[in-house]
């Protein structure tokens, strides 16, 4: 029987899951193996799956671990933007006449979000808590390849009261556990924030504060 080419074989795997070939694929024969290991083959999974560099002018160093990484981003705090009234969230503090929930004073560049979290003149702290393992981030997969963790919000005015921006304060456990903590009064100012946290695994360098 004649072999395949390695061309055919290269499009075969472009069109299984990606975790079959790595896990299986890979270890069918040394091209094989090659086939998958090659930052080509990545790539072009990348771009047939529309998955692109924020900055296309900087390419990953690893289009692998690219790939896998982007797969998993999503959205991991429950009920950001107050669909589901509080749930989800726990009160901390409910200074003033405490949280409450409107409907947005001003155009939000998400215009499928229609309400926000609001707080009166004094601190409000609410917090929830996220365990990466039951949200399919194993021990392994943070441990080894410590992807960044995006903190995004976005403060709405309020002129009649002074305040300061809210904040996200991400609480690392031992058990790959976060708690957000988010600090909020009314500010006198519209500003989106994100803060990104990296090298969280490492002691020198972690923005984490240990459970």
Known sequence: MPAVPL???????????????????????PEWKELVDSAAHWRERCRREGI????????????????FITKKRRNLIKNPVADDEFQGWEIL???GNGWEIENNRKPFPDNTVT??????CWLCLKQQLIDLEKEGYNAAFMDQLQPHIKISDCFV?????????????????NTHTL???????RANFVNPIHHIFG?????EHSPWKPM
């Open 7 to 29: 061309a055919v074989v290269e499009e075969i795997l472009l069109n299984l899951p990606a975790h079959q070939v790595v896990r299986v694929c890979r270890l069918v024969c």
């Open 93 to 95: 503090e409910n200074g």
């Open 179 to 185: 708690t957000f903590t988010h600090l909020y009064t």
């Open 157 to 173: 005015p309020y002129v009649l009261c002074g305040g300061y921006p809210s904040s996200h304060n991400p609480v690392l456990g």
């Open 199 to 203: 090298l969280w695994g490492k002691p």
């Open 115 to 120: 309400k926000c979290f609001t707080t009166s």
């Open 52 to 67: 692109q560099p924020c900055d296309a002018s900087r390419p990953p160093k690893d289009w692998c671990q690219f790939y």
